[in-house]
Nanobody
Framework: QVHLVESGGGAVQAGQSLRLSCAVS????????MGWFRQVPGRGRDGVAA???????YYADSVKGRFTISKDSAKNTLYLQMDSLKPEDTAMYYC?????????????????WGQGTQVTVSS
């Protein structure tokens, strides 16, 4: 069972940046994709960004141009660089991984999840 641990969340003001990290316990082969999702209380979990093993990245429209997903395969670590943060980015952020994922920003194809890290953006 793969384990994922997020870190890097915190409280910032609008316009500032944060970088989230997700440490993965096992090496992922070319069939795996990894993603970042976020959830606010009372709502479902939404896809933010995803990345394939070849580095192809996918973004939700709401974060395009502000967030950047990347990975360091040597360190088994996934990152999410979040710039120009807005109050509406406030959420619990989760990383996830899964194999042969077709819909990169949909939750249902991912089968391993971290516990989440809170991001709070004040105006």
């Amino acid at each position: 069972q793969v384990h994922l641990v997020e870190s890097g969340g915190g409280a910032v003001q609008a316009g500032q940046s944060l970088r989230l990290s997700c440490a993965v316990s096992e090496y992922s082969d070319s069939s795996y994709s990894m993603g970042w999702f976020r959830q606010v209380p009372g709502r479902g979990r939404d896809g933010v960004a995803a990345i394939d093993s070849d580095g192809t990245a996918y973004y939700a429209d709401s974060v395009k141009g502000r967030f950047t997903i990347s990975k360091d395969s040597a360190k088994n670590t996934l990152y999410l660089q979040m710039d120009s943060l807005k109050p509406e980015d406030t959420a619990m952020y989760y990383c996830a991984t899964g194999r042969y994922i077709a819909s990169k920003l949909d939750t249902y194809e991912y089968n391993a999840w971290g516990q989440g890290t809170q991001v709070t953006v004040s105006s």
